[in-house]
C-alpha cells in the first residue's frame, strides 16, 4: 500500500508531500490543476518512462518519492533481491536530471530502471484516463484476453518459437549467394576453377615458362653464340686454353731455376682447368638445347592457353592465381551456404509444425479464458447499471496464418449493451459513458483476478453522470476494500463515496504557476464536493446537497480522514 507521495520541482509542482491510507481516495480539483501530475509522479517512481519536459522549468532536476507498506510478496521480492530494509518499508526513489539522465533508488539503493520497473508493475497498476477508447484497438482486445489465461505458458511458448524463427530468418537473410541460382553458379565456378587450376597460372611456375620459352625460342642465336665462344676458349692454336697452356709450357723449366715462380705457374694451372670446365658446360648447354626442339611447341601452347584465360577473365596473366583464390573462396562460401540454408529449411519447418501445436492450444487457453472473463465482467457490468449488457470474444483460428509472437489468432471484443441485443464490435455498439463503464468492468475483474497492490484510475469514469456515476463510485469504493484505490475524477458522485479526499489547486505568482495539494478535513471536503456540484459560485442549497451526499455516502464513519493513515475501510 503507498503511505506516502513526496514530489519537487515536477512540472508545476514545486514541493508537494501527500499521505495515503487504505481504500478509496479520491484527487479532484479545476482542469489543469495538475492532478494528473500526481499519477504521473507515481508513475515515474515505479519506473515509468522519463522526460526533461516533466523537469520544472527554473530547477536542475525533478525528485519523486515513493513509500510503501510492502505486503508479504513484496518483501519476499525485496529480500532476494538484497533491497529490504530493516524498517519493512519499500521507498522508490528517481531522480530526473535537466542533462536528460535518470536515477533510480529501492531502499536508498541505487538500481537500473528496469529493476525499479520490475517492482513497481508489482505495487501499483494505473488505468489511464483513456483506457476505455484503448478497448477499440484489436491489439489492446487480444492482451486483455490474454492477461487472464490460465496457464501463461502456452502463449510464452508461441512468443519464443516465433523469436527462433525470427532468428532464423534474419540468419539465412545474412547468407548472401550473390544470385537467384546457386547451383547453376556453383557449376559454372567448379568449371572456372578446373579450367585455371589445369593451367600454369602459379607466380613461380607461369615466371619458369615465359624464361623457358624465351630460351628456346632464341635457341638458334644462342647456339650460334656457343659455338663462337668454344671456338675462342678451343685447344686450337688461337683458342684461350692453348695459350695458357703454351705459356705453361714455356714457365715450367725457368721453374725449376728460380721458385718464386710457382705462384705464376698455379694461377696458370687453374686458368687452364676453368677454362676446360667452361668448354664442357658450353658442350653440354649446346646439346641440351638442340635436344629440346619438341618442347618450345608445348611451351608455346602453354602460354597461349594462360593468355586466353587472361583475356576470359578480364585481367593480366599475372593475375590468374588471385582470379583461382578468389572463385576457389565464393565456391566455398556458396556450399556452406548452401548447406546452412538446407540445414535452415529442415529446422524452419519443424519450428513451424510445434508453432502449429502451440498455437493450437493457445487458441483453447484463449477461449476458456473468455468464457470466465466475460461471465465476470457480465456480473460486475449488472452493478454498473448495466443489466443484461454482456461482452463476448470473438477468436478467429488460423492454421495456415503467418505465424506472428502473439499466435494464430484474431481477437475481437463484442458487446451487448441490452437484453436481447446481439453482440457487435464496441465501435458500433457503445457509447462512450458505456464504453468507460465496460473498461471499468473489466479492470475491476483484473484487478480481483490479478492486480497490485494499489490501483490508480485516472478519469476513467469520463463519459458517465447523474446515477450511473454514482454507481461507479460504489464500485470503486467496493474495490477499495480490496485493493488501496486512488481516482482521479471531475465527479461527485464518485468523490463523496471515497474514504479520503485530496485537492489539487494551481495557483499564479511572479514565478509562474505552481500546484499545492492538501488533504481535505470535513468542511473542506464539503466545499470541494459542493463545487463540484455548483461550479465556481458555491451556494448554500449547493453545500447542503454536497453535506448530504457525503452524509449518505458515510452513514457511520466520520468523514475528511483521506490524508491521515487509515484502517481497510468496510465496502
Known amino acids: 500500500m503507498l503511505t506516502q507521495l513526496m514530489v519537487r520541482d515536477l512540472a508545476i509542482v514545486d514541493n508537494a508531500e501527500l499521505e495515503l491510507g487504505a481504500g478509496m481516495t479520491v484527487l479532484t480539483g479545476e482542469t489543469g490543476a495538475g492532478k494528473s501530475l500526481i499519477v504521473d509522479a507515481l508513475e515515474l517512481a515505479v519506473g515509468g518512462r522519463a522526460s526533461t519536459d516533466l523537469v520544472r522549468a527554473d530547477a536542475s532536476s525533478a525528485e519523486v518519492v515513493a513509500v510503501f507498506e510492502p505486503n508479504a510478496d513484496i518483501a519476499r521480492w525485496l529480500r532476494e533481491q538484497a533491497l529490504d530494509d530493516e524498517d519493512g518499508l519499500c521507498v522508490l526513489r528517481r531522480v530526473v536530471g535537466r542533462d536528460g539522465r535518470s536515477r533510480a533508488f529501492i531502499n536508498a539503493r541505487p538500481v537500473p530502471v528496469s529493476q525499479l520497473r520490475d517492482l513497481g508493475e508489482r505495487l501499483v497498476d494505473v488505468h489511464g484516463q483513456h483506457a476505455h477508447q484503448a478497448l477499440l484497438n484489436p491489439a489492446t482486445q487480444r492482451q486483455l484476453l490474454d492477461s487472464f489465461l490460465d ?45 585455371l587450376r589445369a593451367a600454369p597460372v602459379a607466380p613461380d611456375t607461369l615466371r619458369a615458362i615465359g624464361e623457358e620459352h624465351r630460351r628456346l625460342a632464341n635457341g638458334a642465336e644462342i647456339l650460334d653464340a656457343v659455338a663462337q665462344a668454344r671456338v675462342r676458349l678451343g685447344a686450337e692454336d688461337t683458342g684461350a686454353y692453348a695459350r695458357v697452356s703454351a705459356a705453361l709450357r714455356a714457365l715450367e723449366a725457368s721453374t725449376r731455376l728460380d ?7 698455379t694461377i696458370l694451372h687453374e686458368c687452364a682447368t676453368l677454362l676446360d670446365e667452361a668448354n664442357a658446360a658450353l658442350r653440354r648447354y649446346a646439346e641440351d638445347l638442340e635436344a629440346d626442339d619438341g618442347r618450345l ?92 449488457a454482456s461482452i463476448m470474444f470473438q477468436i478467429h483460428h488460423d492454421a495456415d496464418a503467418a505465424p506472428a509472437r502473439h499466435g494464430a489468432d484474431q481477437v475481437a471484443l463484442h458487446a451487448s449493451t441490452n437484453p436481447g441485443q446481439a453482440h457487435m464490435p464496441l465501435s458500433r455498439v457503445a457509447s462512450g459513458g458505456e464504453l468507460s463503464r465496460i473498461a471499468l468492468a473489466i479492470h475491476a475483474v483484473a484487478m480481483d483476478e490479478r492486480g497490485a497492490t494499489t490501483v490508480v484510475f485516472d478519469e476513467v469514469d469520463a463519459g458517465v453522470g447523474g446515477a450511473v456515476a454514482e454507481i461507479v463510485g460504489r464500485r470503486m469504493r467496493e474495490l477499495g476494500a480490496r485493493r488501496q484505490v486512488l481516482t482521479v475524477t471531475h465527479l461527485p ?23 499545492r495539494v492538501d488533504v481535505l478535513d470535513d468542511a473542506a471536503r464539503e466545499q470541494e464536493v459542493a463545487r463540484m456540484l455548483g461550479g465556481v459560485d458555491v451556494t448554500r442549497r449547493t453545500l447542503a446537497h454536497a453535506r448530504e451526499m457525503l452524509a449518505a455516502a458515510h452513514p457511520t464513519a466520520p468523514r475528511g480522514t483521506g490524508g491521515k493513515k487509515r484502517r481497510r475501510p468496510a465496502a
Open 151 to 195: 496457464d501463461a505458458g502456452a502463449l510464452e511458448e508461441v512468443a519464443r518459437i516465433h523469436g527462433a524463427l525470427d532468428e532464423l530468418d534474419r540468419e539465412t537473410a545474412d547468407l548472401d549467394l550473390g544470385t537467384e541460382d546457386p547451383l547453376a553458379r556453383l557449376d559454372f565456378l567448379r568449371f572456372q576453377i578446373g579450367e
Open 259 to 265: 721458385p718464386r715462380l710457382d705462384n705464376a705457374t
Open 297 to 388: 611447341g608445348e611451351l608455346e601452347q602453354a602460354l597461349a592457353t594462360v593468355h586466353d584465360l587472361a583475356r576470359k577473365h578480364r585481367c593480366p596473366e599475372q593475375a590468374l592465381h588471385q582470379r583461382l583464390t578468389d572463385l576457389q573462396s565464393e565456391c566455398a562460401h556458396i556450399e556452406s551456404a548452401t548447406a546452412r540454408l538446407q540445414q535452415a529449411d529442415a529446422q524452419r519447418a519443424e519450428l513451424l509444425a510445434r508453432f502449429r501445436d502451440c498455437a493450437r492450444g493457445l487458441y483453447e487457453a484463449r477461449r476458456r479464458a473468455a468464457d470466465s472473463l466475460c461471465a465476470a465482467v457480465g456480473d460486475v457490468l449488472a452493478t454498473l447499471g448495466m443489466q443484461g
Open 493 to 515: 458522485q464518485v468523490a463523496a463515496l471515497a474514504h479520503g479526499h485530496v485537492s489539487v489547486h494551481k495557483h499564479q505568482d511572479g514565478g509562474g504557476s505552481h500546484s
